[in-house]
């Protein structure tokens, strides 16, 4: 939208009789019509007329204003309409002539601002709770003190005694062992670790269990999970094609490890912000920072490369914000944010942090991988160039680069080479083979040299057509290829990221258009929040990290304490653990929030500590059984006069089963894993389409644990979508809940939970005794406690009817006990299949009490 020109006579008959006022004349100009006006922050087309010192430096296009000359001022140019100059405001009722003489006047006469006008360094403050600083309140104090195991209980106490709410009794032994096995390792206990447990009369029994538990490699497992969820980890690119990403998994190791040896989150959130940029950085700090990788990544042909890679580096940011701080971040894309104090210019400084970031892949082996790598590496580069020397392949690979170079130099002279580069930017592995074509060969890492020839040879026919590629049997070479490098041992390798070695200024995008850039920023921190502090030079990803858990940072740990609480209650303290801004939801008990961010911090930021705290309280040991007094007076039991009933996440309900049938393959880390799913999910996404097939992994693989089931983005394994494991396309700080028909039919036909109840009868069994002593044994391995009576009288005519229907029914008993044990019929295990089942379907068996 463009403003008609305005006479050139009538631009120059400003008042010349009197002096222009800021405030009186031109601020409401700039009010009322300036694009992007939004309270005091006035810009527009990246000119900032808020600060005198920005608008005359002005934009990426040159000074906005130049004081006592309005003919070389942009600002006059655009608001007048002149040829060839964007005008503003694009939109909206346009400037008279009088309004634009008024302007111009201003200019010629010095352009004024008072003294008194907010500057952009200005930090402005909020009453806000959140970002007030983390202080240690006092314990409160209680009548009942003999309740009370440590400070926690203090703060909940004086809350519920405020309300004359009384407290619920505690657990009993075997509802607590079983709630805290499932909430630090994700699994429920054995049979043993029951028994142990309620005959252990030692005082402090319980605490023993928990470090056990917290010392557990299945810790690191079970709160690994949590993580993910924030970091939006997935095993494939997502969008269209939804490539498998066959190292994402390397990242998910370093954080499992990470979280088992209890690595101080202040050094957590450090490597995995800017691991790189540590000085000396070793390889698992650089593994680290697979946590920016996690975005989505658009192979679509056509896509625009610096839209996407604007996007990108927009998720990294707005990630960032939303994991540490709490805060909705990305509201302020196109303007400033409608409810927080986060100006638009916030956002783009935090932007700026990752600008200039480059994802590249990296050798990254884990213990043991290097030593047989070094031993073969030589017979396996000899037998690898023969093969390329057998095809021709340097002599046309040198021609192919070539040509690729001028494509780069002459876009748009050759199409079908524009679309060779746009692959070649698109589909290799990693992402770096842009960079690699623009290196010359001699100074190109062996690595990069493999990884642009496997492309070469996979892709040539974009360059060159289907036809001379089918003659040069650049197919059969690339399967000998990948058989060749399958024969012989590997490196992992891990998704990274690295500062570019050539970095270019960042800008705010006006409305959040990124062809459309407006004022320079620099990186920065928001303005709410304490100073960055970084003099004397540009700020980095490293001096982010460390501001983010500085001390007098009122944000990360108030957040991250508030994210243990919801696992550990089932919501958090402050209920909104994604919004920590004006419009989320105040803590219940803000004290003790602060107690707990307070403690964090001075327990060097342990979360084995907090979360040891956490479990070992009185509060988290109540029984969990409803109070009808308490319907009306706390219904979410936000006060905590209870323990909570959380249904598990998707995840542990499969682990749960895999477990207490026995068929759980406990080993820690590595590669995702294929299990059975239902055919033809594959099929539906991009991949499906293209030829690729579900191929369900064999052997002990089969029954790993659900964190390390491949998740695909467009084709997310059936069962963890139907219990609300997220989507992975953006963070995820809360699970949803949900209970639906879909669930239940999941865990009856499900073929993973069908084996689990295979499993369980076989086990049953197997062992000696009448139904009533075996049921009782199914009953501690799946729920960890004894059948009453009447479940007892139930199943046991439930059985009774089992064995009935299936008794002239040879092919039903076959489906439903492949495997018939030593000292036990078909029949009888089919039909403890069946019980096994109703075991394994059972509310309380997917939940924890």
């Not at 309004?99 to 402005?124: S, Y």
């Not at 994802?359 to 030593?371: W, Y």
């Not at 459309?516 to 100073?531: A, C, F, K, Q």
Request: net charge neutral; with cysteine.
């Amino acid at each position: 939208m463009f403003l008609s020109l305005i006479p050139i006579a009538m631009l120059f008959a400003a008042s010349a009789d009197r002096t222009v006022d800021f405030d009186r004349d031109v601020r409401p100009i700039f009010q009322a019509r300036c694009y992007g006006c939004h309270g005091p922050q006035l810009q527009t087309r990246g000119f900032r007329l808020d600060d005198g010192a920005a608008a005359m430096a002005g934009g990426n296009s040159g000074p906005a204003i130049v004081s006592g000359h309005a003919d070389k001022s942009k600002l006059i140019l655009r608001v007048s309409g002149a040829p060839g100059i964007g005008t503003m405001p694009p939109m909206g009722k346009r400037l008279t002539a009088e309004e634009v003489a008024t302007l111009r006047a201003w200019i010629d006469q010095g352009a004024k601002w008072p003294q008194t006008e907010e500057t952009t360094t200005a930090k402005p403050r909020s009453t806000h709770w959140a970002f007030q600083p983390v202080s240690k309140p006092a314990l409160p104090d209680v009548k009942n003190r003999a309740w009370i195991r440590n400070p926690i209980d203090n703060f909940i106490l004086a809350r519920l005694e405020k309300q004359k709410i009384a407290t619920s009794p505690e657990a009993d032994k075997r509802t607590l062992l079983r709630r805290v096995s499932l909430d630090l390792t994700g699994l429920p206990p054995t049979p043993e670790e029951t028994s142990a447990f309620v005959n252990d009369p030692r005082a402090d029994a319980y605490e023993r269990q928990v470090d056990r538990l917290l010392a557990s490699p299945h810790f690191g497992e079970k709160w690994a999970r949590h993580w993910l969820d924030q970091a939006r980890y997935a095993d494939s690119d997502g969008y269209e094609k939804d490539w498998f990403r066959p190292w994402a998994w390397r990242w998910r190791q370093w954080v499992i490890d990470a979280i088992n040896h209890d690595m101080p989150f202040d050094e957590f959130t450090i490597e995995q912000i800017a691991g790189d940029l540590l000085p000396d950085a070793t390889v698992e700090q650089k593994v680290a920072t697979g946590f920016h990788r996690n975005t989505l990544t658009n192979r679509e042909g056509g896509v625009d490369d610096a839209q996407f890679k604007f996007e990108d580096t927009l998720d990294r940011a707005n990630t960032v914000g939303t994991v540490w701080l709490g805060l909705s971040v990305g509201c302020a894309q196109c303007h400033n944010h409608k409810y927080d104090p986060i100006p638009q210019k916030d956002t783009y400084q935090l932007f700026a942090f990752f600008d200039n970031v480059e994802e590249v892949n990296i050798d990254a082996p884990l213990p043991g991988e290097t030593g047989a790598w070094m031993r073969t590496r030589a017979e396996y580069e000899a037998k690898r160039q023969a093969l390329l020397e057998e095809y021709n392949v340097p002599e046309l690979q040198a021609a192919w680069e070539k040509d690729l170079l001028f494509t780069i130099a002459n876009p748009g002279k050759r199409t079908d080479w524009d679309l060779a580069w746009d692959c070649v930017l698109k589909l290799t592995e990693g992402g770096d083979g842009g960079k690699i074509v623009q290196t010359p060969p001699e100074k190109r890492t062996q690595r990069d040299q493999d990884i642009l020839t496997d492309h070469f040879v996979r892709n040539y026919h974009f360059a060159v057509g289907q036809k001379k590629y089918n003659e040069l049997k650049f197919k059969e070479l690339d399967q000998k290829l990948t058989a060749l490098k399958e024969q012989y041992p590997q490196l992992s390798q891990a998704m990274v990221i690295e500062e570019s070695p050539k970095p270019h200024p960042t800008f705010l995008r006006v409305r959040g258009d990124y062809k459309t850039p407006g004022i320079e920023v620099h990186p920065d921190t928001l303005s709410v929040l304490p100073p960055l502090g970084v003099q004397g030079r540009a700020a980095n990803r490293l001096d982010l990290a460390r501001w983010l858990v500085r001390r007098d940072n009122p944000l990360t740990s108030r957040v991250t304490v508030n994210r243990l609480w919801q696992e550990i209650f089932g919501q958090g303290i402050a209920k909104s653990s994604d919004d920590f801004g004006t419009r989320g939801e105040k803590p219940s008990h803000p004290e003790l929030l602060d107690w707990l961010a307070s403690e964090f911090m001075d327990r060097g930021w342990s979360r084995k500590e907090m979360i040891r705290l956490m479990v070992t309280s009185a509060t988290y040991r109540q029984s969990s059984d409803a109070r009808p007094e308490l319907k009306d007076i706390d219904p979410d039991n936000r006060l905590l006069a209870r323990q909570s009933r959380l249904r598990l996440p998707a995840e542990l309900i499969r682990d749960s089963a895999l477990e207490a049938s026995g068929l759980l393959d406990p080993e820690i880390g590595g590669k995702s894993v294929r299990p059975p799913q239902p055919a033809g999910v594959l099929e539906l996404g991009y991949a499906g389409r293209s030829g690729a097939r579900w191929v369900e992994s064999a052997g002990p693989e089969r029954y790993r644990r659900g964190l390390y089931v491949e998740y695909l983005r467009t084709t997310p394994y059936p069962q963890l979508a139907n219990f609300d494991a997220p989507k992975a396309s953006m963070t995820t700080c809360t699970r949803e809940r949900s209970n639906s028909p879909l669930q239940a039919l999941n865990l009856l036909n499900d073929p993973v939970f069908l084996e689990a109840a295979q499993a369980l009868a076989v086990q049953t069994v197997s062992e000696p005794g009448d139904f009533g002593s075996r049921l009782q044994r199914a009953y501690e391995r799946v729920v960890a406690r004894d059948p009453d009576a009447k479940e007892k009288a139930k199943l046991e005519a439930y059985y009774t009817k089992q064995q009935r229907l299936l008794a002239d029914d040879l092919t039903a008993q076959q489906k439903l006990a492949p495997y018939e044990p030593p000292g036990a019929t078909r029949l009888e295990t089919a039909a403890w299949t069946g019980v096994a089942s109703v075991l394994l379907n059972l509310d309380e068996f997917i939940t924890r009490e």
